[in-house]
């Protein structure tokens, strides 16, 4: 697992302040587990509503639920849902999703997005609603149109989030007519960026189609590389069965040097119980670096109690 | 109905006039019977003089008139005739309406509004004035070349809103090419939009247009659902019989579980006397939870004093 | 007359400031003369110079000459002129124009006219010089690229004045390519903008062109109705003859309900000498409801004074 | 000569400051003599190195050396040059010209010039220098796509230059598909708006290519008529053989009422020797109303001493 | 070598900062080695994973080896890699460059770049850092569509650098349609710009196609001279053979009289035991003013010290 100290652009009277978000946003072990929540804003009510969706999933309160009972996961949202919820699950963390746009507009605007809340903003809503809050996210479009407008927004918002002593998660996503999207050198070209700018963990594309799983996860490391002190963190992908999700996910960490998971859909599409046990079958291999057997049986709901982790982790904590 | 408590973003400061505010806007039952005075600027004159029109509709104190009379609506209407107007109906709730647009433009820069007051200004308004003004509204088009404006606009006058203890109204609207304006879907996704953004009420349209109205109202709790704890209005619609305006609201309310009406046109454009009777009418439902004969009866100004409502308000009131 | 009160977005402190304005600006009638010396930049130096134009006109104190002996005009122009000849006319009332742009440039672009300057520029210029300053003047055009822009800059400088104890007049004009602009609808439309926007005063135009002077003027009236308690003003239009202007004025003001006139190229492009008949033959008519035999005399010069006016204004004076 | 007042803008605890700069940048005679510095910004190194250019002008610090030795001149360029050879070149009165442009890109495009720094900035810059700062320069393009902009920028310079006690300086340039850029009208225009910004000075096109020379002069009048109280100053033009710079000059301030002019090319493409001569010569008929055979004298190194002006300075000084 | 005395816009009580910082990035030199590090942006990973390039390149620690190695380079990259290693390499001398863009938009787009900190942010990071941050640097593309605003940008950020005793150093790039970027004219043009703006430095392109070498370092003469009293760094351009980078590196200074060298790819490509190499050499020249054949036998590894320098150094130090 990557080593590193905190960035220098942390004020020095907010470093224990930081250190405090970091331990409490990562269990204290450098990994994340992201509960993405933020797609109500993204994708409308498309992602909530259908055949294959547990009906109570259109309640947002799903997202929090799921959170509250994943063993370690951490919600990221809008800052309207915390508010809205925040007094029923006080004892969750939270990152404050400070930007988003619909699905609705014509390709190229959609890669517009202006930050819907200041640091400042957070920083105020945070000390007001005593409510654990121990980063802001930002989604960074590359390519597009607004792609001068994007870096400066998530520039300032991460020097400004440090300044404060929050972490910064940025999502990264290169676009653009010509732009291999699922392609390593691109993907790792956008975590390359977030450490530009200064990103404490960057969420990226992981390319699930690869023939190769093993073969996938190594040339994932041109990724983890590339981020240099930035932590990376896979994105959840469309889809797929939970045995899936935990195979890939071991591999991304252990072979593919990532060190974490966003899953949104992959999550609040099933029931809340299903749900439950997948999310602690996730949190069990990030956070208590179970084995794939462990996990599963967590998410099966086998007694089978995860082993404490082999103390691989190395980094700052 | 739906239960809930004041969103975080409130500085606690603020809260009891956060809450003496909803409790003005609501008549304490949770409920909103708004009524809208803001097509002066949004459709210029083509609402307020032609055949099917009142003549007395031309002049703006006509909203006043009926609001004053319809025993618990909210005007919601621009700065500019609440200045004009408002010292002759100091005990009518305002809500203060911030953006807006004519439809002389092309469709696309249709979509772009940018915010007249800033709510800075609307708090130093009431200060000044005296005047009870519990809300801010905000029209927010989605889909559309200003998107990404919009909702940062929308976020901040929220945020500073509830900072100074005022509700937020959003109206949104989902627009562009190939949205389907009246699909269930795309509306529920604009309600959840709203709850994002930490609105206290939505305004959303209702398919007014479905054969079987039970049915419809039904479907409309995708919607009612997908806002969260983001309290539902519907739109008036196009101009309807009084009698169909009062049965849809019944059916909005108790199937659909929307939280009340904003109605223009299908008041405004009515001569004062009958704007009132109908007024009354609704006033009546979504505040007193009066049965539809009841309010029928209003309408038609026979003396059977609405019954108290049966008590199903299990608000924050 | 309309009958007023003062409107609620002036500052409480700034009241008595208000009123004096507006007894400076309508001399206590309530109705307002305004000279519109603003052209110099809005259409170069086409207006000034020319064959039917008095060669006096060039110069830019032709303005000053004018509405100082004019009995009762107000110069409506930009403040460069008004800084460098404010000094030599220390008793004219003056409106500062904050906004115009030239006649160069495409249609689509002709519709943007930033403010050149703040109010509070506005405020510290009358401070510092000592010149009678009543109010800021702000063109507005409706339904062209931008008109979110200038809906939003017209609502804050007419904020800001009545912050300051200024008034504030709008000149209105709906554009665009399907807008017929003489059409009274139209035109009604914007006055009722002006209205929601709260101006104390709109200058709109006036259907010159129709057959019959009386039913034009009673048809005027959906225009000063759709305003409310914001007064209109009617444009000069193209060149007339000094008595079709009188008589027009006339019926603006007795049947079209209007409350003054907004004249310029009329005035300015005539001898000083004649220029002063006519604006004083103008001024009897809106200041002092002089008939208009009186007023033609004026004009003509023959030593009839005008009797006092007949005491219709029922206004806030 | 105009006779003028210092405008109303100027903070009346600036005016000292405002008339010593006016002092110094037209040696007490209101004329001025500006040397254009501004090209190698506008027009890259084109007008630097070429078969008919001095090799030395390739060299920035050669403006400085002509303005030095020119008797009067006044040197007109950006903050960057005079922040690197100021040091050298204390004794000589400075414009700071605030925007710029270069000539590579479309020709729309090449309307739009943002302000490089504020007239806060300027004047910090003055202070901590200690040079003789005297005015700010604006280049105003009319009828472009970002006229709206570029008005707004530049009211709001010459406000806060008059604010801080120091001159104004407008360089004005109609353009646009349909505009006739050298008719005497366009430019006549220009000057107006000129003095509807409240510009102490504008600097405008001559239309040098007339046949008759005197004629072409007399026409001018209708441009210096226009400014009002603003003065004009000529461009110099394309380059000319020296006498006949001179010759129209003579005949600009004479007949046509400019009060100085504007040179760039026609001086600092000549080697640094005959650049002087032709300065000096410029100098006298600007600054000492020299005789025209006076100038060419000193032009042509005859030691005939200027006589003094003949006093037709009737201005403020 | 270029003499030349700190700009006046350096705030007279920062004036010790500024030469302290100069003498930090030049060694006392006044010549400038620049290690540009700024490519993960600029170029996502496309710099950094290939078959020509050194495995380890893909981690961004590997600039910050070789300038720690080079006797004297400095770094010139963003502040989040500075923020994330600064901590371990606290001797080295860093220039942050505050803007940049990814290379995957339309072209168009691409000449747009908007600042990603304020001059004031990196003065509180270099500050809280306690970091040697001796300058900013900005990239400006001239041409292009958004010309206007990256000038005022650029002006802007360096004005702000030298009120804070910071250097400025610009990246000056000519673009578009028509314009040669190879010429010497166009690029001799853009370093005058940056001689406009104020830049201490400006990297500029050199024409490293051209046939004789010689000529070539004549030519670029036009440059340095129109530059004036700024120091003109030249790009390392696309890879090629260390001799060649070491004998276009003479010519550049001795005929030339470039005072610097900006590298990138040619430098971070190499692996770090070569790359050492040749920056000790490229220092060697630059700031010791070795011979060619010393700087040649210091790449080779030859253990021959390199003579200290023939003090042909005249400048400031």
């Known amino acids: 697992m990557k080593k590193n100290s905190p960035p220098l652009s942390v004020k020095p009277s907010k470093l224990t302040e930081y250190l405090k978000n970091l331990a409490l946003l990562t269990k204290n072990t450098g ?20 055949p294959q969706i547990a009906p109570e999933d259109n309640d947002p309160e799903h997202f929090f639920r799921i959170a509250a009972a994943s063993n370690g996961g951490v919600l990221a949202t809008h800052l309207g849902l915390i508010s809205k919820y925040g007094a029923n699950y006080r004892n969750l963390p939270y990152i404050v999703k400070i930007n988003g746009k619909t699905n609705l507009g014509p390709n190229e605007e959609k890669d517009s997005s202006l930050p819907l809340w200041s640091v400042a903003e957070i920083v105020n809503f945070k000390k007001q609603s005593g409510l654990k809050i121990g980063a802001i996210g930002y989604t960074l479009y590359l390519g597009g149109k607004y792609e001068a407008q994007m870096l400066a927004e998530a520039a300032k918002a991460i020097y400004e989030a440090h300044q404060a002593g929050l972490l910064a998660i940025l999502w990264v996503y290169p676009r653009g007519k010509n732009v291999k999207e699922e392609d390593i050198h691109t993907i790792a070209g956008g975590a390359g960026v977030a450490a530009c700018l200064d990103a404490d963990f960057v969420k990226i594309k992981y390319p699930y189609g690869g023939k190769d799983k093993k073969q996938t996860a190594l040339k994932f490391q041109e990724a983890t590389a590339a981020a240099g002190r930035t932590k990376v963190i896979c994105v959840g992908g469309s889809k797929q069965p939970a045995k899936e999700i935990l195979a890939f996910l071991k591999l991304q960490l252990e072979i593919g040097q990532s060190s974490g998971l966003a899953i949104g859909r992959n999550l609040h599409q099933r029931p809340l119980e299903e749900a439950t046990r997948l999310a602690q079958a996730i949190s069990a291999i990030i956070l208590k670096n179970a084995s794939l057997k462990e996990a599963e049986n967590i998410y099966l709901n086998k007694k089978t109690a995860a082993k404490k982790g082999t103390g691989k982790f190395l980094g700052l904590f």
Chains 1, 2, 3, 4, 5 share one sequence.
Do not use: R
């Open 31 to 50: 990994h994340l587990f992201l509960i993405a929540g933020d797609q109500k804003l993204e994708h409308l009510n498309s992602d909530f509503v259908g």
